[in-house]
């Protein structure tokens, strides 16, 4: 069982589509709703959906960072010959 993180509106001002709490949040729910990582894994179906919002949204063209508004476009300075 996933403890469920303290909420704090401060921090996190958009609440869990899934239970309502202020905590952090992903874009992962079904059509994209904010869900916090217990609502986001919590059945077998959150989960797939979980996952598969995931790979749809670093699918695409150039590499891909995970942010916390989401999966962003790597910044071009960090793909350019050299940097590796």
């Given amino acids: 069982m996933t403890r469920q993180p303290r909420p704090d509106p401060t ?3 958009s609440p869990c589509s ?7 949040t992903r874009p992962y729910g079904v059509g ?7 609502c986001g894994t ?9 996952r598969a919002a995931l790979g749809a949204a670093l699918a695409g063209p150039g590499p891909r ?5 989401g999966p962003q476009l790597m910044p071009s ?3 350019k010959p050299g940097r590796n």
């Avoid at 994209?32 to 217990?38: K, M, T, Y």
């Avoid at 919590?42 to 979980?50: L, S």
């Avoid at 960072?65 to 508004?69: G, I, R, S, Y």
């Fill in 77 to 79: 300075n960090l793909t």
């Fill in 32 to 38: 994209g709703a904010l869900v916090c990582f217990p």
């Fill in 18 to 24: 899934g239970c309502g709490l202020h905590v952090e």
């Fill in 11 to 13: 921090r996190w001002p």
């Fill in 65 to 69: 960072v995970l942010t916390d508004l």
């Fill in 42 to 50: 919590g059945t077998p179906e959150a989960e797939a959906t979980a």
